[in-house]
């Protein structure tokens, strides 16, 4: 008739598991015995244990043992005078046998929940068209009074399905950051961050004309004649310039406890458009940008932004004129571009 919310308490148990308590009251109400309607109203302790292992797929596992059930307190509305001892001792082993059976599966309802949320963590996660990304474990859980330690290989394979080699290892928990209270925490790698990004290597190519994103300088040919003194004499006057930025080598992520930086090898191809004949490559310059990241969560997801914190690049001519525009354009378009 009646089922108040329980009230639930939860304990880590080192080595094994978890310790669930769970107060439950509620009111039974049916025919009585001696006629009419009666209501049990009754208090009980649900406690058990559950183990957390690995299924055969990998994958962690909550699954319970030794549920017990202990009355804690039992009131009926029928007249004490009608409730002799025989009776009552009626009622309560009755209760015992019957409510741990309707109960107790209860218990291993709510742990199937969680253990769908790892089911997830062997998901193949896409790295947009470029590969995929996913989970086994590498050790069997570890528990300890505050927290469950999950060791975790990830497996990176390029869009042919070909596994990236990634460092294996492992980080003693020393070195970790202090864990937050009551927070789950996913510590990734330095290692993996640099694999994901070398993964993503092509869809980092971005031509950059002029007119395509508000803040950059003139894109024209007249804008490197008067930069390159050496170009003046063979550059028609006008003519549209694109700018092919492409990855040359995997990206490094270096993280500190003071900052975090990616470093980018590129090539920047420039490109002439005359307006009666093909397009004609000029030069190309190795540039190494070192931008300062920074990672936040959003919608469950990862998201890094960098922002660029030095630039170098090399060339035949003298450069420092064109490094300033280049780091312009790699600050307004590049960078939002692989953001």
């Given at each position: 008739k009646?089922?108040?919310?329980p ?6 148990s080192p ?26 109203t009754l ?19 909550f699954?319970?043992?030794n549920?017990h059930?202990?009355?804690v307190?039992v ?17 309560d082993?009755?209760l015992q046998?019957v409510?741990?059976?309707?109960l ?6 709510v ?6 949320k ?7 996660i896409?790295?947009g068209?470029?590969g995929?990304l996913?989970?086994?474990l590498l ?12 060791d975790?290989k990830?497996i990176l394979?390029e ?8 460092s294996?290892?492992?980080l003693?928990?020393?070195?970790l950051?202090?864990?937050r209270?009551?927070?789950t ?6 290692d993996?961050?640099?694999?994901e ?13 002029n007119?395509?994103v ?9 804008m490197?004649?008067?930069l390159?003194?050496?170009l ?9 310039v694109?700018?092919?930025m492409?990855?040359?080598?995997a ?7 003071d ?9 920047s191809?420039?490109?002439v458009f005359?307006?009666d ?7 190309v310059?190795?540039v ?9 969560i ?18 035949v001519f003298q450069?420092?004129?064109?490094k ?16």
């Open positions: 009646d089922l108040h919310p009230v639930i308490s939860l304990a880590l080595g094994s598991g978890v310790f669930i308590a769970v107060l439950v009251r509620m009111t039974i109400a049916g025919k009585s015995f001696i006629g009419g309607n009666m209501e049990i208090a009980a302790n649900l406690t058990a244990n559950s183990r957390l292992g690995q299924d055969t797929m990998g994958i962690p596992r699954s319970s043992r549920c059930f202990t009355l307190n009131k009926t509305n029928l007249p004490s005078r009608m409730l002799p001892k025989v009776m009552s001792k009626f009622i082993s009755t046998k409510l741990p059976g309707l107790c599966p209860a218990v291993d309802a742990l199937n929940l969680v253990n769908a790892f089911t997830p963590l062997i998901s193949k896409p790295l068209t470029a995929t996913h989970y086994t050790n069997p859980p570890t528990m300890n009074e505050t927290f469950i330690e999950l975790l990830a394979q869009e042919e399905g070909k596994e990236v080699d990634l294996m290892d492992q003693s928990l020393s070195s950051p202090p864990k209270d009551a927070a925490q996913l510590i990734l790698s330095a993996l961050l640099s694999a990004l070398s993964v993503l290597l092509a869809s980092f190519t971005l031509n950059i004309s007119n395509m508000l803040g950059l300088p003139p894109l024209v040919t007249t490197l004649r008067a390159i003194p050496e003046s004499g063979v550059l028609p006057p006008s003519q549209p694109v700018i092919e492409r990855e040359v080598k990206p490094v992520v270096t993280i500190t406890p900052k975090s930086s990616v470093q980018l090898f590129s090539t191809k420039f490109w005359p307006s004949s093909p397009p004609e490559s000029l030069f310059l190795d190494h940008s070192n931008l300062e990241a920074e990672f936040a959003a919608e469950e997801k990862l998201r890094w932004i960098g922002e660029v914190g030095g630039l170098s690049h090399f060339s450069e420092l004129p064109l300033g525009v280049l780091a312009d354009i790699i600050h307004v378009a590049y960078v939002p571009s692989i953001n």
